[in-house]
């Protein structure tokens, strides 16, 4: 099983700053490599896929980067509803597997 | 517009089964892979199960052979079988669609069912 771990698990930030979170895989990943954003109480939404790829309707403020072992989400100007804990998930092996999430917090 | 709507959870004591049901609207349903994923209150995701479009299954070890995981595309449906149910297995259960063409990526998400395994 592919271990997806996910640093740091919080981070404190003001709005309008660059939140820059990583993901490393145990084993490579290529670019199969997805990142989502859960709020309380709801279910996660899916931000980035392959990698890369912005998913349908998430601004551009959100952007992935990375391939192999080690990737890289970065939200740009951080806005008061960015605050949210923030998963990683791998899909090139199965079972498929989620990093641990990493909280972004307001400082 | 996609909907996925959960239903079926509730309270089951331990070695209990319980039968999860995901209603989809808005989009072909026979056409997409389908998957379940659970979450512990306070804790993070862990993939379920899944299913595909031909009815091929996927099980992670934590459950295999004791959850099945079924698609019915004439009622637009997915369903999940849970059978000697453990307290681990206490969680809110989402019914997931992945994108065409990058099953694994889930791309819309159900409201979620809250499974409860307590004597």
């Known amino acids: 099983e592919i271990v997806l771990t996910q640093s740091p698990a919080t981070l404190s930030l003001s709005p309008g700053e660059r939140a820059t979170l990583s993901c490393r895989a145990s084993?490579?990943?290529?670019?199969?490599l997805a990142w989502y954003q859960q709020k309380p109480g709801q279910a996660p939404r899916l931000l980035i896929y392959d990698a890369s790829n912005r998913a349908t309707g998430i601004p551009a403020r959100f952007s992935g980067s990375g391939s192999g072992t080690d990737f890289t989400l970065t939200i740009n100007s951080l806005e008061p509803e960015d605050f949210a804990v923030y998963y990683c998930?791998?899909?090139?092996?199965?079972?498929?597997?989620f990093g641990q999430g990493t909280k972004l917090e307001i400082k | 517009e996609v909907q996925l709507v959960e239903s079926g959870g509730g309270l089951v004591q331990p070695g209990g089964s319980l039968r999860l049901s995901c209603a989809a609207s808005?989009?072909?349903?026979?056409?997409?892979?389908m998957h379940w994923v659970r979450q512990a209150t306070g804790k993070g995701l862990e993939w379920v199960s899944a299913?595909?479009?031909?009815?091929?299954?996927y099980y992670p070890g934590s459950v295999k052979g004791r959850f099945t995981i079924s698609r019915e595309n004439a009622k637009n449906s997915l369903y999940l079988q849970m059978n000697s149910l453990r307290a681990g297995d206490t969680a809110v259960y989402y019914c997931?669609?992945?994108?065409?063409?990058?099953?694994?990526?889930?791309?819309?998400w159900g409201q979620g069912t809250l499974v409860t395994v307590s004597s």
């Open positions: 299913i595909g479009t031909a009815g091929d299954t």
């Open positions: 997931a669609r992945a994108l065409r063409d990058t099953s694994g990526t889930l791309d819309y």
């Open positions: 998930q791998q899909r090139i092996n199965w079972p498929y597997t």
């Open positions: 808005g989009f072909t349903f026979s056409s997409y892979d």
């Open positions: 084993q490579s990943v290529s670019i199969s």
